[in-house]
Nanobody
Framework: QVHLVESGGGLVQAGGSLRLSCVAS????????MAWYRQAPGKERELVAR???????NYVDSVKGRFTISRDNAKDRVYLQMNSLKPEDTAVYYC??????????WGQGTQVTVSS
């Protein structure tokens, strides 16, 4: 079992920045992909950014050039640096971890609210 705990959410004005952190604990051996998803009210959960094997990254088009995902394997953490935030970035952000094809875990989520 893997336990994920997010932190760093909050209220920020448009144009501001936040840094989300996710700490992984438990049986983390073999976790090869970590990601951030988000879900806004009335919308489906969407993939925001993913990092595979600590190197390869991909982003949803709406955050490219503004968000950066990184992983600190020594500290079992993954981060999401969010710059130039927009009101449409408002959502609950979830940390996600995957081991192999079928073994996946979710955090409880952290709220990010961007005011205009």
């Amino acid at each position: 079992q893997v336990h994920l705990v997010e932190s760093g959410g909050g209220l920020v004005q448009a144009g501001g920045s936040l840094r989300l952190s996710c700490v992984a604990s438990g049986n983390i051996f073999g976790i090869n992909a970590m990601a951030w998803y988000r879900q806004a009210p009335g919308k489906e959960r969407e993939l925001v950014a993913r990092i595979i094997d600590g190197l390869s990254t991909n982003y949803v088009d709406s955050v490219k050039g503004r968000f950066t995902i990184s992983r600190d394997n020594a500290k079992d953490r993954v981060y999401l640096q969010m710059n130039s935030l927009k009101p449409e970035d408002t959502a609950v952000y979830y940390c996600h971890a995957r081991r192999g094809l079928f073994d996946e875990y979710w955090g409880q989520g952290t709220q990010v609210t961007v005011s205009s």
